[in-house]
């Protein structure tokens, strides 16, 4: 069973940085995708990014393009989001994703971590 972990999220103002943290436990880490999503008050749970493995493909959601970064340490089993030039629309609550066979935009991911909120005023 695979144990997800956020932290690192937050109050910010517009234009801020954050970097999200995921560390996870119980599985084999860099054989598992990653993904980001994230959910706004109101709003259904979004996409953000996903890497399919450790130093496999990436893809980020097009609102989210050139201004996030996805990037992992196997070492200590900790995905990161790097965010940049945040907006009060990144407002939400982030979560961290992991599976052993599906890799995608979905929510089809096994494992979930409990979220880490982002706020970003404006």
């Known amino acids: 069973q695979v144990q997800l972990v956020e932290s690192g999220g937050g109050l910010v103002q517009a234009g801020g940085s954050l970097r999200l943290s995921c560390a996870a436990s119980?599985?084999?880490?860099?054989?598992?995708?990653m993904g980001w999503f994230r959910q706004a008050p109101g709003k259904e749970r979004e996409f953000v990014v996903a890497?399919?493995?450790?130093?496999?493909?990436?893809m980020y959601a097009d609102s989210v393009k050139g201004r996030f970064t996805i990037s992992r340490d196997n070492a200590k089993n900790t995905v990161y989001l790097q965010m940049n030039s945040l907006k009060p629309e990144d407002t939400a609550v982030y979560y961290c994703?992991?599976?052993?066979?599906?890799?995608?935009?979905?929510?089809?991911?096994?494992?979930w971590g409990q979220g880490t909120q982002v706020t970003v005023s404006s």
């Open positions: 994703a992991a599976s052993r066979e599906y890799w995608g935009t979905k929510d089809e991911y096994d494992y």
């Open positions: 119980g599985g084999t880490f860099s054989s598992y995708a």
């Open positions: 890497n399919r493995r450790s130093g496999g493909s990436t």
